[in-house]
């Protein structure tokens, strides 16, 4: 509120009396002293806030707007100001004009713990009309373009998808590599199973793989845990997972180099993996691995390494209260039913039932890369390698 008063003009004494007869009931006094503070080119943003409400509260919808307008022109991301400029467009009967402020509201607010508590209830009004809006909108254009019947069949998953995301029932997630970015790659969540026809042979061996993960899982300390310490690497990342057997891995292959002594152990699952089309680079992949995560146990969001590659995963023991997400889509395990995904799209998972779920994990090249792209791809890791000595990959959560 501005302090300022020249010849005549106290505006700071003008600004107390009006918010006292504000606060009396007196909304014709109030608009009176405002208007003379305004009128002496004095008004900052409160006071034409505080004008604005004076004028609503005497029924003249546009000196309010207009003074609302005015306090927006000085200090466009006015909270106060924004709500009730949304709140005016509302009562004219314009509701997409309306919403955009109050999501402008919310978008400008500041943390909850830094809200004074005078703003709380316009914020948490400006989210309720907000949401209303929004599945107002969304069910408009949902009636039109998506009824039921023929034109809802004929969308296009992709379509729903964009529809989701232009509604906000969906958040637009990207490839956000952690090391390195292979451009102009399609930015899919969960790839469509059919366009990996060699999983086929490895879905028809699932009963065989995991007769041969039932015997590992009697000897507790096969599996080791998947983040563990190094002295080459810094300890920052993963709070919670580092060397914590609750996410573990019992590795078939580990950085590019099959592990004998567990390979011997599960012969027809390495034998159902024939033919996969692992991403192989020297002294990094693949890794192949019964991934195993305890009850209670969770992944937190997390990118991996390269869009180069991709990450399949066969579940083989999935007990109740687990899931998994990748983007803005969260899939359940079916045990036996194998799905391919990109591990640079923001994921997650998480074991809320009582049991431990196993799924065997490995990654595979992208199919859109062809085989001489393969080879670079590969060359550059083990070029990277060389340099520095070997440092050790980080690895991916998964």
């Given at each position: 509120m501005t302090?300022t008063?020249?010849?005549?003009?106290?505006a700071?004494?003008?600004?107390?009396?009006g918010?006292?007869?504000?606060?009396?009931?007196n909304a014709?006094?109030a608009?009176?002293l405002f208007?003379?503070i305004?009128?002496?080119?004095?008004?900052d943003a409160?006071i034409?806030?505080a004008?604005a409400?004076?004028?609503r509260?005497l029924?003249?919808p546009?000196a309010?707007l207009a003074?609302?307008d005015?306090a927006l022109a000085l200090?466009?991301?006015?909270?106060?100001?924004?709500?009730m400029?949304a709140?005016q467009?509302?009562e004219?009967?314009?509701?997409?004009a309306?919403a955009?402020f109050y999501?402008?509201?919310v978008?400008?607010a500041p943390p909850?713990?830094?809200?004074?508590?005078d703003?709380?209830d316009?914020?948490?009004h400006?989210?309720?009309?907000?949401e209303?809006y929004a599945a107002?909108?969304?069910?408009?254009?949902?009636?039109?373009?998506?009824?039921?019947?023929?034109a809802?069949?004929?969308?296009?998953?992709r379509?729903r998808?964009?529809?989701?995301i232009?509604?906000?029932a969906?958040k637009?997630?990207l490839?956000q590599?952690?090391?390195?970015?292979?451009?102009?790659?399609?930015?899919i969540?969960?790839?469509?199973?059919?366009?990996f026809?060699w999983l086929?042979?490895?879905?028809a061996a699932?009963a065989?793989?995991?007769?041969?993960?039932g015997?590992?899982?009697k000897?507790d300390?096969a599996?080791?845990?998947?983040v563990?310490a190094?002295?080459?690497?810094?300890q920052?990342g993963?709070?919670?997972l580092?060397?914590?057997?609750?996410?573990?891995?019992?590795?078939?292959w580990?950085?590019g180099e099959i592990v004998?002594?567990?390979?011997r152990?599960?012969p027809?699952t390495v034998k159902?993996l024939?033919?996969?089309?692992?991403?192989?680079?020297r002294?990094r992949?693949?890794?192949?691995m019964?991934?195993?995560?305890?009850?209670g146990g969770?992944i937190?969001?997390?990118?991996g390494e390269t869009n180069?590659?991709?990450?399949?995963?066969?579940?083989?023991?999935v007990p109740?209260?687990?899931s998994f997400?990748?983007g803005n889509?969260i899939?359940?395990w079916v045990e036996?039913e194998?799905?391919?995904?990109?591990d640079t799209?923001?994921h997650e998972?998480?074991?809320?039932?009582?049991?431990?779920r196993v799924?065997?994990l490995?990654?595979i090249?992208?199919?859109?890369?062809?085989?001489?792209e393969?080879?670079l791809?590969?060359?550059?890791?083990?070029?990277i390698d060389?340099?520095?000595?070997?440092m050790p990959d980080?690895?991916d959560?998964?």
């Amino acid at each position: 509120m501005t302090g300022t008063s020249t010849p005549g003009i106290d505006a700071r004494s003008l600004a107390k009396a009006g918010i006292a007869a504000l606060q009396q009931g007196n909304a014709g006094k109030a608009r009176e002293l405002f208007e003379r503070i305004a009128s002496a080119g004095l008004a900052d943003a409160s006071i034409c806030v505080a004008l604005a409400l004076a004028c609503r509260t005497l029924k003249d919808p546009a000196a309010a707007l207009a003074a609302v307008d005015r306090a927006l022109a000085l200090e466009p991301r006015d909270l106060r100001a924004l709500v009730m400029k949304a709140d005016q467009l509302a009562e004219m009967g314009d509701p997409r004009a309306a919403a955009s402020f109050y999501r402008a509201a919310v978008n400008v607010a500041p943390p909850a713990d830094q809200i004074p508590a005078d703003l709380r209830d316009e914020l948490a009004h400006a989210q309720a009309m907000g949401e209303r809006y929004a599945a107002e909108f969304d069910s408009y254009l949902r009636q039109r373009l998506l009824p039921s019947g023929g034109a809802k069949e004929r969308a296009t998953r992709r379509f729903r998808d964009a529809l989701d995301i232009m509604t906000g029932a969906k958040k637009t997630f990207l490839q956000q590599p952690r090391q390195f970015y292979f451009p102009e790659l399609p930015q899919i969540q969960f790839y469509d199973r059919h366009e990996f026809p060699w999983l086929d042979e490895l879905e028809a061996a699932s009963a065989d793989i995991r007769a041969e993960l039932g015997e590992v899982l009697k000897e507790d300390s096969a599996f080791q845990p998947y983040v563990e310490a190094h002295p080459r690497l810094p300890q920052t990342g993963y709070p919670g997972l580092l060397n914590n057997p609750a996410w573990s891995a019992f590795y078939l292959w580990k950085h590019g180099e099959i592990v004998p002594e567990n390979a011997r152990r599960c012969p027809r699952t390495v034998k159902a993996l024939a033919s996969a089309p692992f991403a192989a680079v020297r002294g990094r992949a693949p890794s192949v691995m019964f991934s195993l995560l305890r009850p209670g146990g969770w992944i937190p969001p997390h990118t991996g390494e390269t869009n180069a590659r991709l990450i399949c995963h066969l579940p083989l023991i999935v007990p109740p209260g687990c899931s998994f997400r990748v983007g803005n889509e969260i899939r359940t395990w079916v045990e036996g039913e194998a799905w391919v995904f990109d591990d640079t799209i923001e994921h997650e998972a998480w074991n809320r039932g009582g049991q431990t779920r196993v799924v065997l994990l490995f990654e595979i090249w992208r199919p859109e890369l062809t085989e001489e792209e393969r080879r670079l791809v590969s060359s550059m890791f083990e070029t990277i390698d060389a340099y520095s000595g070997g440092m050790p990959d980080l690895g991916d959560l998964t």
